[in-house]
């Protein structure tokens, strides 16, 4: 079946920090990958995505790299901020038919002034 | 456009009471999904709906039922509920087809059963 492994958390950074959460996936064929966000008492939201290899997502200052021969979407920010830290979630799932996402753990990210 | 409505915030119940988690969203999505979210676990997928009048089991589904009320609402109910449903409720919604077809989340419930 499909899977998605993350780092284990927590990380905790300094503000301006460079931010990389690694991420990799398990799939039969091509998935859409994707990471979401999920701040403090909040349910998730779609931070970027990327639908092929060798695509780019990128948003806020984040992006992710959809990398097929090493099967990964590592997230990676040049300077975070404080109020980046909330929990990140990589996740997969494939066009047609129903939609089920596959989810990972996640992992918290905590940054200090 | 409120996107997606979850009630209760919050609940306690004792062990074997009964409680429904209703969900709605007005985005004209036609799939839905309840997730639960424990530490360590991720999103773990109860039931979802793919359209109006269907619905189907998720990864974990025992001891949850769902029923999808119309295009809009997607009801999770606990018959007797027990600790080991303590979690935090999800529902999502989405549109079925698209190639790249992101989900749209509620704010959740924090339910904590004694």
């Known amino acids: 079946g499909n899977s998605v492994t993350q780092m284990e958390g927590p990380v905790t950074l300094s503000e301006e920090a460079f931010l990389t959460i690694n991420c990799t996936y398990t799939?039969?064929?091509?998935?859409?990958l994707f990471w979401y966000v999920q701040y403090p008492g909040e349910g998730l939201q779609l931070l970027l995505k990327?639908?092929?290899?060798?695509d780019k997502g990128s948003n806020k200052g984040f992006e992710a790299t959809y990398r097929k021969e090493t099967t990964s979407f590592h997230l990676e920010k040049g300077s975070v901020q404080v109020s980046d830290s909330a929990v990140y979630f990589c996740?997969?799932?494939?066009?047609?038919?129903?939609?089920?996402?596959?989810f990972g753990t996640g992992t918290k990210l905590q940054v200090i002034p | 456009n409120a996107g997606v409505t979850q009630t209760p915030k919050f609940q306690v119940l004792k062990t074997g009471q009964s409680m429904t988690l209703q969900c709605a969203q007005d985005?004209?999505?036609?799939?839905m999904y309840w997730y639960r979210q424990d530490p360590g676990m991720g999103l773990r997928l109860i039931y979802y709906?793919?359209?109006?009048?269907?619905?189907d089991k998720g990864e974990v589904p025992n001891g949850y039922n769902v029923s999808r009320l119309n295009k809009r609402e997607f009801s999770l109910r606990l018959e007797s509920a027990a600790p080991s449903q303590t979690s935090v409720y999800f529902c999502?919604?989405?549109?079925?087809?698209?190639?790249?077809?992101?989900?749209?989340f509620g704010p959740g419930t924090r339910l904590t059963v004694t």
């Open positions: 799939a039969t064929g091509y998935p859409s």
């Open positions: 999502a919604s989405n549109i079925q087809g698209r190639s790249s077809n992101e989900q749209y």
């Open positions: 996740a997969l799932d494939f066009s047609g038919g129903y939609q089920k996402v596959t």
């Open positions: 990327a639908t092929k290899a060798d």
């Open positions: 985005m004209n999505h036609n799939s």
């Open positions: 709906s793919a359209s109006e009048g269907t619905t």
